[in-house]
């Protein structure tokens, strides 16, 4: 299929008039001057703006199925993501027992290993645990947490760390330098989050190779004046990508744009943090062993603790656009290429031979049109 479009994002920036070829659910070409090969359907695209496909890096559920049930549920993910117009994403375990982590991280290579389908891409798990602090657990399942240990994690994995895209843990916790030290030689990124590590702390871990903190603000300590916490060092160490919640409920509009200002579109990452309430009704639902409430856009443990999000990533670019007011460029790229480029991938997210499909339609307004794929 060559699709010509009058408006495109790219990844980086918006181009006009420009053609892009689509075959066997990849960008295979990319250009203004591209021909139609003998044979090839055309799709015109007058009006509107053409994306690349959504990358989200934290999602642990959808449509009724969590990652934690295994290699089924991961497809089911997978297939439903990629009509929601996700190119790829990191399906995200929650705390819980090895073997059951094991079951997780094994569906995850399952799918890695033959992608689903019409699905998105599987870029390999984000393991929100289990090297978290007690004090900021959120919706984790304390009993589970251990300080940072690699014979530990790669039991957990098989013994293989290479499935393991991203890896979230406290890094005041008892070994952690020699963990994120490790972890960043085995190729495996580290996120700091669901911790109650004070700023100093933080520039530590960045020092010993972290490079992403997850929902920035939430499961953290707070910014004070005197005492900045995760959030103060995360939006001033230029070294660290920071996640952030767009639903209206996990961050005032204010802080983020305060995120937005602060990071810039190149490291500030819009996640979803879905459970498997997200596409579905309002309910009771679950997250990690533990009721979850859905009433509306909020997803609460019986406590009142928010557990997770009902947050779609198509959703999620429109509320950077007319709820927090950020620009267009801006909010694509939180939405595509930063996701992406936070995991360390340079294909998703962009217009770019090699970038899976589906593409992203999107009206003039910036609402979500529909996706593009053969």
Known sequence: MLIQAAKCFTGETFEEVLRVRLENGRVTGVGRELTAQPGERIKELKDG?????????????????????????????????????????????????????????????????????????VLGAHMEAPFLNEEKAGAQ?????????????????????????LITMAPER???????????????????????????TVHLAADWGADHVTHTFNAMTSLSHRMPGVPGAALTDDRLYCEMICDGVHLHRDTVRLIARSKGSKKAVAITDAMEAAGLSDGVYALGGQRVN????EARLDDGTL???????????ENLIHLFDIGPADACRMCTSTPAASVGDSRCGRLTPGSPAPLTWWTEDWRFGGIIAE
């Open 307 to 317: 557990a997770g999000s009902v947050l779609t990533l198509r959703r999620a670019l």
């Open 49 to 121: 703006w053409l994306l690349p496909g959504l990358v989200d890096v934290h999602i642990h559920a959808f449509m009724g199925m969590d990652t934690m049930q295994g290699e089924e549920a991961v497809r089911h993910m997978s297939a439903c993501l990629f009509e929601q117009g996700v190119a790829a994403f990191c399906p995200t375990t929650m705390s819980a027992s090895e073997a059951d982590t094991l079951r997780a991280v094994e569906g995850i290579r399952a799918v890695m290993a033959k992608p689903q389908k019409r699905g998105a891409e």
């Open 141 to 165: 399942r304390k009993e589970f947490f251990a300080d940072p240990d690699w014979a530990a994690f790669e039991r957990m994995t098989g013994g293989h760390p290479e499935a393991v895209k």
């Open 294 to 297: 859905v009433r509306g856009a």
């Open 174 to 200: 008892a070994g952690s330098e020699a963990f994120i030290r490790r972890a960043r030689a085995a190729g495996v990124r580290v996120s700091i989050g669901h911790t109650a590590a004070d700023a100093e």
